[in-house]
């Protein structure tokens, strides 16, 4: 199978509005990623599928990942002057990564039994704009699993034939996979509640509860 | 003929019922509970803690905690004590004040046991647990779990030897690196007497002697950081 | 699009009209389950009926999530093995080690000649006996009362017995670890297992005899629940059902993961995509699987089982994200691991082979009857607690 780079060159050239990127990855044997950006998420996804020399005809796994708003601390060395002698020193670079929800798929060939290309699309935010194009017109396999992203973390696919919630019951509310999202207070009962348990034992009894600590023998 | 392979299937039916008063292998239904399977060696049902000896003072248990973080289900509960007793090496160690565990939520998935570095929590095989009080009657107190160490050679006898031979290795590591200090300890001592008793011939060809007695005594500070 | 890969307009549905445009009767709305004995677990299918026929079809399922995906955020690695356990819960050495094969590729890990005997000799044996369990409910759906099931869990039981004297546990074994297996097997074992695999083909041609040219069950079978190959393709089915439909595609052949690529075993592939075809492909897989099993016991090299410099606490691996799959008994498993250098994933994906198998329930069972939905569903051979997680 090509490269990443000579697919990427081949996709602008069948359709230039395109912004892709190639996402790197450190670990040894990861793939990287190509990032499209939403208004041609399609297109090239339509591509990817019907090229004669990729033919990724099966969509193996739809992901859905949430990235909140975070300060990225990378270090840098750079080449300072410090009293006429030049020194090399590290720098820490902050960067804002805004909250965004991910989408990532994973796409294989089953004629020509070649894969993984990983393509990845982002919303704007977390709040409002939650909206990517729906690749289920394109792979079937995509129905089920981008009804699962939309109910666990809120992303709304347009053009899904059915979406809405599958795992979470219909009158659900709440996203439950992000990473802010709070348990609703339903306190049971534990013999041996401790740490943030013991927090919520006390908010529910307001009797001191005694935590399970027996006398220290001496 | 029409049927003819669902007789045939009949006919295997009727094999295996009829052959069940014949041969064992198709028998294989075990009255519970008036018969019950010899159970594995490695089978694996809720944590016990193991003591030698004394279910108070030889519990190998000292409270180090990691179980605790690993448990997967987050079912174990330490408490720390305040003082310290005496290990089987003879150091004095920290020991569990309190140490519980609630079996409805333990998952035997035995994680403690491989990540325990004191050879304190092993797997019991006990099952027929049933209580009538679903909350304090499933949570296992540290009077509960501690078992000895016969009970558990007895159940697993493989590692429990292996569990014996590392004690023991350790054991004798220790008494080793004690002997070795007290001997050190002694040897520098006498030297030093050796010297003090010895004061005039410091100036005499004796000095290569004598300062060489310095150099051991002066071993235990600076030598070991500069050699790391 | 074609039709091939949309779902057919099923919302709006109206009953037949007869000669004067007036409606024939009404339709009737069932919900079956999720209390049921014949969906395989707790599963609901909301069916529309014209008289006895499948009008419209929907699943429901999520009565078994227990947000598997969210807890293996909050604890470290090696916490969430015995968690996939839980998965699939009839396959769990399977599950295990399509986790571990997919840290092992995201921290570069690697493992030991022998440990990865023992893994392709466990795999085998769960799909061995995922399969006969597989036939087993799917004849008693058909009616059969119980009878080829109860020879099928008899057999399971030699397996799960060499399951549990390895590794403490008969079905939740929490067996694999980052870099090899938890303990070794002895030759106690290996030689039970010589035993348990030449037992199997004659228990196998037995359960054959039985069922296999059985008219009831090549009347109810045959080209019910058909599923054409590109619609296969585009709903990424996998498994025994894809190749079912005529698709050579398996993953211990494609990917060649592990050390597959040493055994010499064929891949079965099925011709008209129906239940009876997923039926023999399964019987056919098992025999498959009796041939690795002979050849990995009779190969087994000696050696250690887990690399020594592997460490049980403290394991970071360095940032990155990695997808790693096997074949499992069902279809592709696969996990998706993102790390950000921490003892806790960032993002942990199960990708479930009966989740996504169960797209074209709704394709499958149309204009069949009612009870033909039962056998199909039970064709796909769902666990709802990988469906679910």
């Not at chain 3, 970071?316 to 799959?325: Q, S």
Request: hydrophobic share 40%; charged share 25%.
């Amino acid at each position: 199978m090509e490269t990443l780079e000579q697919i990427k060159v081949r996709i602008e050239k069948a359709m230039p509005q395109t912004k892709i990127d190639i996402l790197p990855n450190e670990c040894p044997a990861g793939d990287r990623s190509l990032v499209v950006d939403t208004a041609s998420g399609f297109a090239v996804a339509k591509f990817l599928r019907d090229d004669a020399q990729l033919k990724l005809d099966y969509c193996s796994n739809v992901t859905g990942i949430d990235w909140p708003q975070a300060t990225i601390k990378t270090k840098v060395k750079k080449k300072v002057v410090v009293e006429g002698v030049e020194k090399e020193v590290e720098e820490t670079i902050e960067t804002l990564r805004s909250g965004h929800l991910e989408v990532v798929y994973h796409l294989y060939s089953m004629e020509l039994k070649h894969g993984p290309v990983v393509l990845r699309m982002r919303t704007e935010n977390r709040a409002d704009k939650t909206t990517l194009p729906s690749l289920t017109p394109l792979w079937r396999g995509a129905e089920l699993q981008e009804r699962e992203v939309f109910d666990l973390y809120g992303v709304v696919f347009e053009g899904h034939p059915d979406l809405r919630r599958i795992l979470m019951w219909d009158e659900f509310v709440g996203f439950p996979m992000r990473r802010d999202y709070v348990c609703p207070d339903d306190f049971e009962y534990e013999p041996t509640p401790h740490d943030k348990v013991l927090e919520q034992a006390r908010k529910h009894y307001p009797v001191e509860v005694k935590p399970a600590v027996a006398e220290v023998k001496p | 003929m029409l049927g003819e392979q669902i007789i045939k299937g009949m006919a295997v039916t009727a094999k295996n019922f009829f052959g069940s008063y014949v041969s064992k292998d198709r028998l294989t239904t075990v009255q519970y509970p008036e018969e019950r399977l010899p159970q594995k060696g490695n089978t694996r049902q809720f944590p016990m803690l193991v003591f030698d000896g004394d279910p108070e003072k030889g519990l190998r248990c000292v409270a180090c905690t990691i179980c605790e973080k690993e448990c997967p289900p987050q079912c174990i509960f330490i408490v720390k004590s305040k003082d310290k007793k005496p290990d089987y090496k003879g150091q004095p160690q920290l020991y569990p004040a309190v140490f519980d565990i609630d079996v409805s939520v333990c998952m035997s998935c035995s994680i403690c046991v491989e990540v325990c570095p004191f050879e304190s929590i092993k797997m019991n095989t006990e099952f027929e647990l049933s209580e009538p009080d679903r909350f304090e009657g499933f949570l296992l107190h540290k009077e509960d779990l501690a078992k000895s160490n016969e009970y558990y050679s007895k159940l697993h006898p493989d590692d429990a030897r292996d569990s014996d031979a590392v004690l023991t290795a350790e054991k004798a590591k220790a008494e080793a690196k004690a002997k070795a200090a007290v001997e050190a300890k002694l040897a520098a001592d006498a030297k030093a007497k050796a010297a003090a008793a010895n004061p005039a011939p410091v100036a005499t060809p004796i000095p290569a002697k004598a300062t060489a007695p310095a150099a051991p005594a002066a071993t235990p500070n600076p030598p070991p950081p500069a050699a790391k | 699009m074609s039709a091939a890969t949309m779902p057919p307009p099923s919302f709006q549905v109206k009953p037949k009209l007869d000669a004067q445009g007036e409606p024939l009767g009404e339709l009737l709305e069932i919900s079956m389950g999720p209390h049921h004995p014949s969906t395989h677990g707790v599963f609901r299918m909301d069916v529309v009926l014209d008289g006895e026929e499948v009008v419209k079809l929907k699943p429901v399922f999520g009565y078994l999530h227990r947000n598997h995906e969210k807890i293996a955020e909050g604890i470290s690695y090696l916490s969430t093995m015995p968690y996939t356990d839980r998965l699939d819960y009839f396959c769990s050495m399977t599950n295990n080690w399509a986790y571990a094969l997919t840290i092992e590729k995201l921290a570069g890990l690697p493992v030991p000649e022998r440990a990865e005997y023992i893994r392709v000799i466990m795999a085998e044996l769960t799909r061995l006996q995922n399969h006969t369990c597989l036939i087993g409910f799917f004849v008693q759906d058909m009616g059969a009362l119980g009878t080829p099931m109860m020879y099928a869990f008899r057999e399971r039981e030699k397996i799960l017995d060499l399951f549990e004297s390895v590794s403490g546990a008969r079905m939740m074994c929490n067996y694999m670890r980052f870099g090899g297996v938890r303990v070794d097997v002895n030759d106690t074992w290996l030689a039970q297992a010589h035993k348990v695999t030449n037992e199997y083909a004659k228990f196998l041609d037995e359960f054959e005899e039985f069922l296999t040219a059985n008219e009831i069950l090549l009347a109810r079978s045959q080209f019910v629940g058909v599923i054409p190959k590109d619609l296969a393709i585009s709903a990424a089915i996998t498994g025994p059902m894809l190749r079912a439909s005529g698709v050579n595609y398996d993953l211990r052949k494609v990917d060649k993961y592990g050390i597959y690529s040493r055994f010499d075993f064929k891949v079965p592939l099925g011709e008209h995509g129906d239940i009876y075809d997923r039926y023999m492909v399964r019987v056919l897989e098992m025999r498959e699987s009796l041939k690795i099993l002979q050849q990995a016991l009779r190969d087994i090299p000696a050696g250690p089982v887990m690399d020594p410099k592997a460490k049980l606490r403290g394991f970071r691996p360095k940032p990155g994200e990695v997808y790693g799959r096997i074949e499992g008994p069902k279809g592709e498993l696969g996990f998706y691991v993102i790390s950000d250098g921490s003892p806790n994933p960032y993002r942990y994906r199960i990708r479930p082979p009966s989740f996504i198998n169960l797209t074209v329930l709704e394709d499958m069972c149309l204009g069949h009857k009612i009870s033909d939905a039962v056998v199909i569903l039970g064709s796909v051979d769902i666990v709802l607690g990988e469906v679910d997680r």
